[in-house]
């Protein structure tokens, strides 16, 4: 029997790994209960790994990842691959002989035990994915510990199937690693000597296994890399290159271009390279033309955006494609990145309108979409024909949809004018007025806006979803929370005082729900990080808010006290960084559209007597894209659609503003422009490093840096709270300084969280008697 050899193949580098029905959450949640034992967890994962592999082979994809699998998250596992772990974890799980013992240690420094704090955690470039940071000083020793890869590579072996085994490269792997002890003079880089040998030997061993290609992730390289960086990538690749039993090398990216890595990826003597060829990225095809193109190598395209959740334009993949093929030695078709980042299967969302469904492509999508590009590729259009003429009337269909442009939103965002991004009068006038209605004291304490969401607003919400609880009901416990949230903060002498946010979910989704354009789905989850996944809004057409959404709760919490209660609302930036978002038009003008919609709701605020107006922005640093060019760009619009939504309000309306998750260090010119009269800041952790950061720029407005570190139950002490506050005294003007937590406390108890005000509140009294 004669075959046709296929000049390209279809793949991807990762799949969703929890499972339809997010069974990874639950085994993984029910063994740390102690309510199953570790062969449990470890056969419901080994199910789940093999149902993937076959949903991947059914799919058609002709070459299958291994070991995109985690218990957790992948750059922990790779901690755990070359034995780098804190002696505090080994101290806290001495014996990891066991199947039982080694979970253990991984989780301990997962999510820390009694005595042995967590690794900590931070963004996955710039996606919604947290992962592990790992601990490397110049004394870490490493150990290869290859299990992991070496089963999940012979188990779908067993099952026929020679997978690509897919691990983080030694160069991003030390990049996202951190010193703990910050070192003088080291970086984690300095160890990639050490690490190196132990890659090859991976290698060997999986060659030895049966491995014909492996896949090592370098997406560190998409973002701006000095040369003597690229030098060690050289060198790198070189060395790992040199092995003489080895599988054959693909080196992968995604995000970004890679710029001035691809010419060193190009000229090293790795076999493949994997490129992403959406968004921001598409700029590696002329880089690609540039360097000549790879023509002794095999090229790994991502033409299929693994981040967004829309259809593709197959068209317009297969032109990239057609391009591609004469630039490289060969051509496969892929995702841009991970499937990781987008929910599982479209099919799954039965109350989605069915047009609608037929617009979006989910992971399961995906997959039918990289295998009918290499169809396209290989045999011509004319052999998917039909596929290409659905995907056709779908794109068509979305274009035309009136759900996605709305003229009358459209109008209002074309007549939007620089007045509108401006307040009346600078900040010196404002500041003023607000003084003359507002009368607060020096070092004015507050918080961030959510109180602790306790069990009996989860379960109101939950009776509410099933009808068992009405609107009236429901609305009631709500006022009663309220009230007691307002009652608390007066009792504890906050000056100004939030409604405790107890109405929402989630601060994006709270307003998603609410607003025409977007859209919620029933299964569209995502790992965040560990066991924890979120379910995205999808922005699918043009924003507009048909009535206020929160104008009663916050008039309502207005009315229980003669105090100061704060609007809150959630930003434009942050309501587009945590859902996902159109790609038929730029993201800035999206934002504008969301901006509007705000502005209305921050001007029905006003009306409705609130004189502080808190618009959060927690994701504006963590959206800043990879390249250090693309930067200004993107801070435009961040900047001007905050100002878009704040700026309509009078002289005497306070807007305040809350960033989180990130430093600051970076963008301070952004918060200088976004003028907001009042900035929350996280900063606890950092030893209030950024007060110093905003004096020196010159950030002339006021400023509460965050004094409690609210990620952990701990209860800072009243000295410890002064402290901080006599750092920041000492760095920035006190007349225009808060006093705050880091962020929201709705992820605290109510114990800690009366404890820390009340010592916040003492601290604060003893610096107004004493500055
Ligand atoms: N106002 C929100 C809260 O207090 C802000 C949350 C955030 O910054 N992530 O929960
Ligand atoms: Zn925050």
Same mark, same amino acid.
């Given at each position: 029997?004669?075959?046709?050899?296929?000049?390209?193949?279809?793949?991807?580098?990762?799949?969703?790994?929890?499972?339809?029905?997010?069974?990874?959450?639950?085994?993984?949640?029910?063994?740390?209960?102690?309510?199953?034992?570790?062969?449990?967890?470890?056969?419901?994962?080994?199910?789940?790994?093999?149902?993937?592999?076959?949903?991947?082979?059914?799919?058609?994809?002709?070459?299958?990842?291994?070991?995109?699998?985690?218990?957790?998250?992948?750059?922990?596992?790779?901690?755990?691959?070359?034995?780098?772990?804190?002696?505090?974890?080994?101290?806290?799980?001495?014996?990891?002989?066991?199947?039982?013992?080694?979970?253990?240690?991984?989780?301990?420094?997962?999510?820390?035990?009694?005595?042995?704090?967590?690794?900590?955690?931070?963004?996955?470039?710039?996606?919604?994915?947290?992962?592990?940071?790992?601990?490397?000083?110049?004394?870490?020793?490493?150990?290869?510990?290859?299990?992991?890869?070496?089963?999940?590579?012979?188990?779908?072996?067993?099952?026929?199937?020679?997978?690509?085994?897919?691990?983080?490269?030694?160069?991003?792997?030390?990049?996202?690693?951190?010193?703990?002890?910050?070192?003088?003079?080291?970086?984690?880089?300095?160890?990639?000597?050490?690490?190196?040998?132990?890659?090859?030997?991976?290698?060997?061993?999986?060659?030895?296994?049966?491995?014909?290609?492996?896949?090592?992730?370098?997406?560190?390289?998409?973002?701006?890399?000095?040369?003597?960086?690229?030098?060690?990538?050289?060198?790198?690749?070189?060395?790992?290159?040199?092995?003489?039993?080895?599988?054959?090398?693909?080196?992968?990216?995604?995000?970004?271009?890679?710029?001035?890595?691809?010419?060193?990826?190009?000229?090293?003597?790795?076999?493949?390279?994997?490129?992403?060829?959406?968004?921001?990225?598409?700029?590696?095809?002329?880089?690609?033309?540039?360097?000549?193109?790879?023509?002794?190598?095999?090229?790994?395209?991502?033409?299929?955006?693994?981040?967004?959740?829309?259809?593709?334009?197959?068209?317009?993949?297969?032109?990239?494609?057609?391009?591609?093929?004469?630039?490289?030695?060969?051509?496969?078709?892929?995702?841009?990145?991970?499937?990781?980042?987008?929910?599982?299967?479209?099919?799954?969302?039965?109350?989605?309108?069915?047009?609608?469904?037929?617009?979006?492509?989910?992971?399961?999508?995906?997959?039918?979409?990289?295998?009918?590009?290499?169809?396209?590729?290989?045999?011509?259009?004319?052999?998917?024909?039909?596929?290409?003429?659905?995907?056709?009337?779908?794109?068509?269909?979305?274009?035309?949809?009136?759900?996605?442009?709305?003229?009358?939103?459209?109008?209002?965002?074309?007549?939007?004018?620089?007045?509108?991004?401006?307040?009346?009068?600078?900040?010196?006038?404002?500041?003023?007025?607000?003084?003359?209605?507002?009368?607060?004291?020096?070092?004015?304490?507050?918080?961030?806006?959510?109180?602790?969401?306790?069990?009996?607003?989860?379960?109101?919400?939950?009776?509410?979803?099933?009808?068992?609880?009405?609107?009236?009901?429901?609305?009631?416990?709500?006022?009663?929370?309220?009230?007691?949230?307002?009652?608390?903060?007066?009792?504890?002498?906050?000056?100004?005082?939030?409604?405790?946010?107890?109405?929402?979910?989630?601060?994006?989704?709270?307003?998603?729900?609410?607003?025409?354009?977007?859209?919620?789905?029933?299964?569209?989850?995502?790992?965040?990080?560990?066991?924890?996944?979120?379910?995205?809004?999808?922005?699918?057409?043009?924003?507009?808010?048909?009535?206020?959404?929160?104008?009663?709760?916050?008039?309502?919490?207005?009315?229980?006290?003669?105090?100061?209660?704060?609007?809150?609302?959630?930003?434009?930036?942050?309501?587009?960084?945590?859902?996902?978002?159109?790609?038929?038009?730029?993201?800035?003008?999206?934002?504008?559209?969301?901006?509007?919609?705000?502005?209305?709701?921050?001007?029905?605020?006003?009306?409705?007597?609130?004189?502080?107006?808190?618009?959060?922005?927690?994701?504006?640093?963590?959206?800043?894209?990879?390249?250090?060019? #693309?930067? @200004?760009?993107? %801070?435009?619009? /961040? *900047? &001007?659609? =905050?100002?878009?939504?704040?700026?309509? $309000?009078?002289? +005497?309306?306070?807007?305040?503003?809350?960033?989180?998750?990130?430093?600051?260090?970076?963008?301070?010119?952004?918060?200088?422009?976004?003028?907001?009269?009042?900035?929350?800041?996280?900063?606890?952790?950092?030893?209030?490093?950024?007060?110093?950061?905003?004096?020196?720029?010159?950030?002339?407005?006021?400023?509460?840096?965050?004094?409690?570190?609210?990620?952990?139950?701990?209860?800072?002490?009243?000295? #410890?709270? @002064?402290?901080? %506050?006599?750092? /920041? *005294? &000492?760095? =920035?003007?006190?007349?225009?300084?808060? $006093?705050?937590? +880091?962020?929201?406390?709705?992820?605290?108890?109510?114990?800690?969280?009366?404890?820390?005000?009340?010592?916040?509140?003492?601290?604060?009294?003893?610096?107004?008697?004493?500055?």
């Amino acid at each position: 029997m004669t075959q046709t050899i296929p000049t390209s193949r279809a793949t991807v580098y990762g799949y969703p790994r929890q499972g339809a029905q997010r069974e990874l959450k639950k085994a993984i949640e029910s063994y740390w209960s102690g309510r199953s034992d570790a062969d449990a967890l470890l056969s419901a994962a080994r199910d789940l790994r093999l149902r993937n592999l076959v949903e991947l082979r059914e799919a058609g994809v002709d070459e299958i990842p291994s070991n995109y699998f985690s218990f957790y998250d992948h750059v922990l596992d790779t901690a755990c691959l070359l034995g780098a772990v804190p002696e505090r974890h080994l101290a806290a799980v001495p014996d990891a002989t066991t199947p039982a013992g080694e979970l253990d240690r991984y989780f301990a420094m997962a999510r820390g035990t009694a005595d042995a704090p967590p690794l900590e955690m931070t963004k996955w470039f710039d996606t919604n994915y947290h992962y592990l940071v790992p601990e490397l000083g110049p004394d870490t020793r490493f150990a290869l510990n290859l299990a992991k890869p070496l089963t999940e590579f012979a188990e779908a072996l067993d099952q026929g199937v020679t997978t690509r085994p897919v691990l983080v490269g030694p160069v991003t792997f030390l990049l996202l690693a951190k010193d703990p002890t910050g070192t003088e003079g080291f970086r984690p880089l300095d160890l990639l000597d050490r690490i190196v040998p132990l890659y090859a030997d991976l290698l060997r061993q999986l060659r030895e296994a049966g491995a014909e290609w492996v896949q090592l992730d370098e997406p560190a390289l998409v973002t701006d890399q000095p040369a003597d960086v690229l030098a060690k990538v050289a060198e790198t690749y070189e060395t790992l290159a040199a092995g003489e039993i080895r599988p054959k090398i693909l080196v992968a990216s995604y995000f970004d271009r890679l710029g001035e890595a691809l010419p060193v990826l190009a000229s090293s003597p790795v076999e493949g390279l994997a490129l992403d060829f959406t968004n921001n990225a598409a700029a590696n095809l002329d880089d690609l033309a540039a360097a000549g193109g790879i023509e002794n190598k095999r090229l790994v395209a991502g033409v299929v955006n693994g981040r967004n959740i829309w259809a593709a334009d197959l068209p317009a993949a297969l032109g990239t494609l057609g391009t591609l093929l004469g630039l490289a030695g060969s051509v496969d078709v892929a995702a841009s990145c991970s499937l990781l980042h987008v929910p599982l299967d479209v099919t799954l969302e039965t109350g989605l309108d069915p047009e609608i469904a037929g617009w979006l492509s989910f992971a399961r999508q995906k997959l039918d979409e990289i295998v009918a590009l290499r169809r396209g590729l290989t045999e011509g259009r004319a052999a998917i024909g039909n596929v290409l003429h659905i995907n056709e009337s779908r794109l068509a269909s979305r274009a035309a949809s009136p759900i996605v442009r709305v003229p009358a939103v459209r109008e209002r965002v074309a007549g939007v004018t620089d007045a509108d991004l401006h307040r009346a009068s600078p900040y010196g006038k404002r500041r003023q007025a607000q003084q003359d209605r507002i009368h607060l004291p020096q070092l004015p304490t507050t918080t961030i806006g959510s109180f602790p969401q306790t069990q009996e607003l989860r379960k109101a919400r939950a009776a509410l979803r099933k009808g068992e609880l009405d609107q009236e009901a429901y609305a009631e416990a709500m006022r009663a929370e309220i009230r007691a949230v307002i009652a608390e903060q007066e009792r504890i002498g906050l000056d100004v005082l939030v409604h405790g946010e107890p109405e929402r979910n989630d601060m994006v989704q709270y307003f998603g729900e609410q607003l025409t354009g977007f859209l919620a789905t029933q299964h569209g989850w995502v790992q965040s990080y560990g066991t924890r996944y979120v379910r995205p809004p999808l922005i699918v057409g043009d924003v507009a808010r048909p009535e206020p959404m929160t104008v009663e709760w916050s008039a309502y919490a207005q009315s229980q006290t003669e105090r100061p209660v704060k609007g809150m609302l959630t930003g434009p930036v942050t309501m587009l960084a945590w859902s996902f978002v159109r790609d038929d038009q730029p993201e800035g003008d999206t934002a504008r559209q969301v901006a509007l919609a705000l502005r209305d709701e921050v001007l029905d605020l006003e009306r409705a007597g609130i004189s502080i107006i808190q618009v959060d922005e927690p994701a504006l640093r963590e959206t800043l894209p990879l390249r250090t060019g #693309e930067r @200004a760009a993107y %801070l435009d619009w /961040a *900047v &001007a659609s =905050f100002q878009l939504s704040t700026s309509g $309000v009078r002289d +005497d309306t306070q807007v305040h503003t809350h960033m989180c998750y990130a430093e600051f260090g970076d963008v301070l010119q952004a918060i200088i422009d976004m003028d907001a009269d009042v900035i929350s800041l996280e900063a606890a952790r950092s030893n209030m490093a950024i007060v110093a950061g905003l004096a020196e720029a010159g950030y002339p407005n006021e400023a509460g840096p965050g004094v409690w570190d609210i990620h952990s139950p701990r209860v800072p002490s009243v000295e #410890e709270i @002064a402290g901080h %506050l006599r750092t /920041a *005294v &000492a760095a =920035f003007p006190a007349e225009r300084l808060w $006093v705050n937590p +880091d962020c929201g406390l709705k992820t605290r108890g109510y114990p800690e969280v009366r404890a820390t005000l009340a010592n916040l509140v003492e601290a604060t009294g003893r610096l107004r008697a004493r500055p």
